[in-house]
């Protein structure tokens, strides 16, 4: 059985149907990505998985447990972790006590009034960023990181619950091609290694045809297209409402298959 | 467009500095755009690249060089008095007035019509011509509201916004970051349909390939420094600079 | 019946001037982002103005003349405000800008004190509309119908301006995206100025077409702005109509409880009109709980310039330790030189209530993000709730001082739990209301509270109870209670709430429940405001409602804002500044207000990052240097 599985999900926006009854899967060390147009419900989606919007119909299950009607703090409770489209760290704490906070809250501490937050698993913390290749940077202020090292302290804080599930909202947006590809080939790593699931929605073609092991296609909130990436490449109705002739994109993808 | 002779500098960039609070950005940057041109700043991300638009128009309160717009130096003014004076900046994460309708979008960015030194009539915009260009603000209608659009949409409308100004260069911030490819394709003719009509861009770009389907000439900028000049040929022959510098 | 409906006219009467007030506040808000606290008082210079001008003016065109006069001044005054002040600080903090519109109401208040002195002046009633019409078969003022009228006229002009001409689509882009307007090549300086004149001219019309119904008097500013923020509130921040229909529900609701006036209910009696000096608040309030946003209005995104981000924490270094030490230890030998200041251990007593009032507002203010207007209501509990266990259940002072800040603690979780529910500037107004509710209650029950008059004969236990006694005994729980809320600030809690205020969808998305966090963290304070007020009733031996007012709440923000929202030392330092200005300066002139506010001008002029704020980033700038020198 797959670990993720959605079935018939959907969300209305005052009538209007933002996603409109979708079905898939993930399954554990699978990196899928979600693809599609701006406004065809990759986001409400995404959004709908963690909990931060209550899906108006469907099903949303991890291990067989629906998560539908579950707070995001819940979610992630059950085994999943986010990183955001737009890095949401916390600008007022030290690259470690980000890390620190969630291991905190993973451990039940949060409501502990007296002892100092400051030595708490700052450890366990430190190994965290380690993977993520930011243990150098741990006492600086998290606001004063450039934004590729941001994300992936954003990384760090997600994977401190260790979790079945990461869900990654554009999870390269905004970055050097460089760091893009260290922060796919890291999470590619923990993929494997930790048998990892992961979905991310992502507009860089470069990323997705070479990470994702799967990829699916979304369109006015229906899934229009599924399969490999050669699939999707070729997929005619991908190539008209998303792809378009390719001309922005296709020399590194041919490059890219030349250098592999 | 044929010129008989080269045809006049509009931009001209020399020294520029600009900080962000304590943090010196841009070092002695120079540059310069000429009329009917279409040039790409190119650069990684945090090169730079939003940080000259931003100081160009003004918005950095922290700033020294000189700009001089069709020989005027605009490097002191306020962003409204650069802006006033045909200077126009689409932003990279198109800022539109989500309260207001297509309409009043275009009515905000609405100045008179101007013309070059030569006497000439410089590309002169109305909603109608901008309808015409963009069919799919005109098939909306001028009351939908900008929030209720999609963010290509929303990018066509703020390229739309900036040229009621009527601008003699305008500054485009980065059009295809975060948008689909077949967006990004759209935004591709976009600019060569208003090149073709006389409309000169200076555009901030990380993709090679966008840029060489669009522009005439590149600069590429890194940790604020201009670390190339030239034609889109010469960038494409420059494996040095493409492999240290930009995405590819 | 008729008599009812007649009460329901007199509402209608009533809401056109508040809604004049009403939406010039909401018009400013909306594009400066500034919750402008001198709104009131520009109403109040309305009133006056017409005053004036009607007096030296003869005949009914004069009286005509002299409120058209009079809301064009107040909107000049309003422009020149702008211009002078205002422009400097709209990249500051939002707090930072209350802050300056509160030193104008201070400022102004004290000019039309020195122009028009401290009586009440009665106007003139408009020529023409003396009389009264018979309606049901009782009299109506005729003025009052003309003033009916007024209301949706402005309301229709306002909305005409605003949706049917460039000047007032420009305004709504403006409210939007100042920067982006200005790089479209509008001049948005001369657009905001604009605004902020209309609305000081909304406010000015308001005040002058009061003149004919009420006496111009000195407190019409803050109970002016107290209306006007409700109305703002209900109808939803920056919506002129939203502003038109709280106007008439709330001018309404008032209007009825007073046709109610004293009800039975069996054995219960229940005074209608009286409930109207917080009727007002317990609308905002439901309002605030069901509709967080108001009625018209819409979720507001985070504001722009929310300022440089904080730093993170830093544990206390050696020399801070030691300074600390020190200070302490200074504060320790006063008594011994009370020879030479006898007035010394009086003020330090206060400065030191007020360092731990002000740090327990800094608690949830600044590492809580949470911003409190109402913060006099724990430190009101505390007080009341001493006083009351002392007096009604005849408890010792050691047992009240214990109690006392459970009490307040109480209070907050009820509070609190509300206000968590809500954010930023609503946040703020629901604890306003809440502190009102609190102060009438303390005002209006005058069986339990002494009402007006408060209680007396609170004093501490015999070997408390003189001058160095009771110093020590403050000195030590202050300094315990600093300790405290300070220790609490470093533990996992202090870290959560902290991470709550940066991100809520990341805190939420690593099992935070951001408002459980506040929620405690609310009831924290008011236990430590509390412990405060328990500590100052027995330092005067009388309470009033006046600590639980406004103005106490006010008075704990400037203390804060004064000292540094950013910065651990900062409630403290800004207390003491604050309460030995206005000491020092209450005693030396009759416009201690002015001066107050002159000068509290002037430090967000010259130190927007608070004082220590200020010395903190001097003591880093200095830092460097030194490093570099060897």
Not at chain 1, 230 to 249: A, C, D, L, M, S
Not at chain 2, 7 to 19: I, R, S
Not at chain 3, 531 to 548: N, R
């Given at each position: 059985m797959s670990l993720l599985q959605i079935r018939g999900l959907q969300k209305s926006f005052g009538g209007v149907k933002a996603v409109d009854g979708i079905d898939f899967d993930v399954a554990a060390g699978e990196l899928l990505a979600l693809i599609g147009p701006n406004g065809a419900g990759k986001s409400t989606t995404f959004n709908m998985v963690n909990g931060q919007l209550r899906a108006s119909g469907g099903s949303v299950k991890l291990d067989g447990r629906e998560l539908v009607g579950l707070k995001p703090r819940e979610i992630w409770k059950m085994g999943v972790g986010r990183t955001f489209q737009i890095a949401e760290t916390f600008a007022s704490l030290t690259v470690v006590e980000n890390v620190q906070m969630a291991l905190i809250s993973s451990h039940g501490k949060l409501y502990s009034l007296w002892s100092r937050a400051a030595g708490a698993y700052r450890n366990e913390a430190l190994e965290l960023l380690d993977q993520v290749g930011m243990k150098a940077d741990a006492d600086r202020p998290c606001s004063a990181l450039a934004y590729g090292d941001v994300k992936r302290v954003e990384l760090a804080i997600a994977l401190a619950n260790d979790p079945k599930l990461l869900l990654m909202d554009e999870p390269t947006a905004g970055m050097a091609p460089k760091e893009r590809n260290d922060l796919m080939a890291l999470t590619k790593r923990l993929v494997v290694e930790r048998k990892l699931a992961v979905l991310f929605t992502e507009h860089s073609m470069d990323?997705?045809?070479?990470?994702?092991?799967?990829?699916?296609?979304?369109?006015?909130?229906?899934?229009?297209?599924?399969?490999?990436?050669?699939?999707?490449?070729?997929?005619?109705?991908?190539?008209?409402?998303?792809?378009?002739?390719?001309?922005?994109?296709?020399?590194?993808?041919?490059?890219?298959?030349?250098a592999a | 467009?044929?010129?008989?002779?080269?045809?006049?500098?509009?931009?001209?960039?020399?020294?520029?500095?600009?900080?962000?609070?304590?943090?010196?950005?841009?070092?002695?940057?120079?540059?310069?755009?000429?009329?009917?041109?279409?040039?790409?700043?190119?650069?990684?991300?945090?090169?730079?690249?939003?940080?000259?638009?931003?100081?160009?128009?003004?918005?950095?309160?922290?700033?020294?060089?000189?700009?001089?717009?069709?020989?005027?130096?605009?490097?002191?003014?306020?962003?409204?008095?650069?802006?006033?004076?045909?200077?126009?900046?689409?932003?990279?994460?198109?800022?539109?007035?989500?309260?207001?309708?297509?309409?009043?979008?275009?009515?905000?960015?609405?100045?008179?019509?101007?013309?070059?030194?030569?006497?000439?009539?410089?590309?002169?915009?109305?909603?109608?011509?901008?309808?015409?260009?963009?069919?799919?603000?005109?098939?909306?209608?001028?009351?939908r509201l900008g929030g209720r659009m999609s963010g290509g949409e929303q990018q066509m409308l703020t390229v739309s916004r900036t040229l009621m100004g009527n601008p003699y260069l305008v500054l485009l911030d980065e059009p295809s970051e975060g948008v689909a490819p077949v967006i990004v394709e759209q935004m591709a003719h976009m600019i060569l349909a208003l090149k073709s009509q006389g409309v000169s861009i200076l555009l901030s770009e990380q993709n090679v390939h966008f840029a060489e389907l669009v522009s005439d000439r590149a600069y590429v900028l890194e940790k604020g420094q201009i670390r190339f000049s030239g034609t889109m040929a010469e960038l494409a022959a420059n494996e040095e600079v493409r492999r240290s510098y930009l995405t590819v | 019946m008729s008599s009812f409906l007649v009460q329901l006219l007199n509402g209608l009467a009533g809401a056109s001037s508040l809604f004049l007030v009403a939406a010039g506040l909401s018009l400013i808000f909306g594009v400066t982002r500034i919750v402008n606290f001198a709104h009131g008082s520009l109403y109040m210079l309305g009133v006056y103005i017409a005053y004036s001008m009607s007096e030296r003016l003869a005949g009914g065109v004069g009286f005509w003349f002299s409120l058209v006069f009079s809301a064009l001044a107040v909107g000049f005054i309003g422009a020149l405000i702008e211009m002078v002040l205002l422009r400097r600080i709209y990249k500051a903090p939002e707090l930072f800008q209350l802050l300056a519109t509160f030193a104008l109401v201070l400022v102004i208040k004290d000019g039309v004190l020195w122009i028009w002195g401290a009586e009440d002046l009665l106007g003139r009633r408009a020529p023409g509309l003396e009389g009264s019409v018979e309606i049901l078969g009782r009299n109506f003022p005729t003025y009052d119908l003309f003033l009916i009228v007024i209301g949706p006229v402005v309301l229709a002009l306002v909305w005409l301006l605003l949706t049917r001409t460039r000047w007032g689509t420009l305004v709504r882009a403006a409210t939007q995206d100042r920067e982006m307007l200005s790089a479209l090549g509008v001049h948005q300086s001369w657009l905001i100025t604009g605004v902020f004149a209309l609305g000081?001219?909304?406010?000015?019309?308001?005040?002058?077409?009061?003149?004919?119904?009420?006496?111009?008097?000195?407190?019409?500013?803050?109970?002016?702005?107290?209306?006007?923020?409700?109305?703002?509130?209900?109808?939803?921040?920056?919506?002129?109509?939203?502003?038109?229909?709280?106007?008439?529900?709330?001018?309404?609701?008032?209007?009825?409880?007073?046709?109610?006036?004293?009800?039975?209910?069996?054995?219960?009696?229940?005074?209608?009109?009286?409930?109207?000096?917080?009727?007002?608040?317990?609308?905002?309030?439901?309002?605030?709980?069901?509709?967080?946003?108001?009625?018209?209005?819409?979720?507001?995104?985070?504001?722009?310039?929310?300022?440089?981000?904080?730093?993170?924490?830093?544990?206390?270094?050696?020399?801070?330790?030691?300074f600390a030490v020190a200070l302490v230890a200074g504060m320790a030998v006063l008594p011994l030189l009370q020879g030479q200041f006898p007035y010394a251990l009086v003020l330090s007593v206060d400065l030191l209530i007020a360092a731990l009032f002000a740090a327990s507002l800094h608690f949830i203010m600044g590492p809580g993000g949470m911003h409190s207007f109402g913060h006099a209501a724990y430190f009101g509990l505390g007080a009341y709730g001493a006083a009351l266990l002392m007096k009604a259940a005849g408890l010792p002072m050691e047992a009240a001082l214990i109690l006392a800040p459970v009490v307040a603690g109480l209070g907050a979780v009820v509070f609190g739990w509300f206000s968590v529910r809500l954010s930023g500037v609503y946040l703020a107004m629901l604890t306003l209301a809440f502190g009102q509710i609190a102060w009438s209650i303390a005002f209006q029950w005058d069986d339990f509270t002494g009402g007006s008059n408060g209680l007396i004969g609170i004093w501490p236990s015999g070997w408390a109870n003189n001058r160095t006694a009771y110093f020590y005994?403050?000195?030590?729980?202050?300094?315990?209670?600093?300790?405290?809320?300070?220790?609490?600030?470093?533990?996992?809690?202090?870290?959560?709430?902290?991470?709550?205020?940066?991100?809520?969808?990341?805190?939420?998305?690593?099992?935070?429940?951001?408002?459980?966090?506040?929620?405690?963290?609310?009831?924290?304070?008011?236990?430590?405001?509390?412990?405060?007020?328990?500590?100052?009733?027995?330092?005067?031996?009388?309470?009033?409602?006046?600590?639980?007012?406004?103005?106490?709440s006010v008075d704990g923000l400037v203390m804060v804002l004064l000292g540094g929202v950013q910065t651990l030392a900062g409630p403290i330092v800004g207390a003491v500044t604050f309460t030995w200005l206005q000491d020092t300066v209450a005693r030396s002139t009759d416009y201690w207000r002015a001066l107050l506010g002159g000068i509290i001008l002037f430090l967000v002029l010259v130190f927007p990052q608070g004082l220590a704020g200020f010395i903190h980033d001097l003591v880093v700038k200095l830092k460097p240097n030194r490093e570099a020198a060897r």
């Open positions: 990323v997705v045809f070479a990470y994702a092991d799967r990829m699916i296609v979304l369109a006015r909130g229906r899934l229009i297209a599924a399969g490999s990436g050669e699939e999707i490449r070729n997929h005619p109705k991908v190539q008209e409402v998303y792809f378009g002739t390719g001309k922005t994109f296709e020399k590194p993808v041919a490059q890219e298959e030349v | 467009m044929i010129h008989r002779e080269p045809p006049p500098t509009l931009l001209t960039v020399e020294g520029l500095n600009a900080w962000y609070g304590a943090a010196h950005i841009l070092f002695d940057v120079g540059f310069e755009v000429k009329r009917g041109e279409v040039v790409a700043l190119m650069g990684r991300n945090g090169a730079g690249k939003s940080t000259t638009f931003k100081t160009l128009m003004g918005l950095l309160e922290r700033r020294k060089g000189t700009v001089k717009l069709m020989g005027q130096d605009i490097s002191g003014r306020s962003p409204s008095q650069i802006a006033r004076m045909g200077l126009g900046f689409v932003p990279e994460d198109r800022r539109i007035f989500t309260d207001l309708t297509i309409a009043e979008n275009l009515e905000v960015g609405r100045q008179a019509a101007r013309r070059w030194p030569d006497d000439s009539p410089a590309p002169e915009w109305t909603p109608q011509k901008l309808y015409d260009l963009f069919p799919n603000l005109k098939e909306m209608g001028p009351d | 000081a001219m909304l406010a000015g019309l308001g005040g002058a077409l009061q003149l004919p119904r009420e006496p111009a008097n000195l407190g019409m500013d803050m109970l002016s702005i107290g209306d006007a923020f409700v109305v703002v509130v209900v109808g939803g921040m920056g919506s002129i109509p939203g502003a038109f229909v709280a106007a008439l529900i709330i001018a309404e609701i008032k209007a009825i409880c007073i046709w109610l006036g004293d009800v039975n209910f069996g054995p219960f009696s229940i005074s209608f009109s009286k409930l109207t000096l917080v009727v007002e608040f317990l609308v905002m309030a439901v309002v605030l709980v069901v509709r967080p946003w108001g009625l018209f209005g819409r979720p507001q995104g985070t504001p722009r310039h929310s300022g440089a981000p904080e730093a993170p924490l830093r544990p206390a270094g050696k020399s801070l330790r030691w005994l403050t000195l030590v729980l202050v300094v315990v209670g600093l300790f405290a809320l300070r220790r609490m600030l470093f533990s996992p809690f202090g870290y959560a709430m902290r991470a709550g205020r940066d991100s809520v969808l990341r805190a939420d998305a690593i099992g935070i429940d951001v408002k459980r966090i506040q929620w405690l963290a609310f009831v924290i304070a008011g236990v430590f405001a509390g412990a405060a007020g328990a500590l100052f009733v027995y330092s005067k031996g009388s309470i009033s409602p006046e600590v639980l007012s406004v103005t106490k």
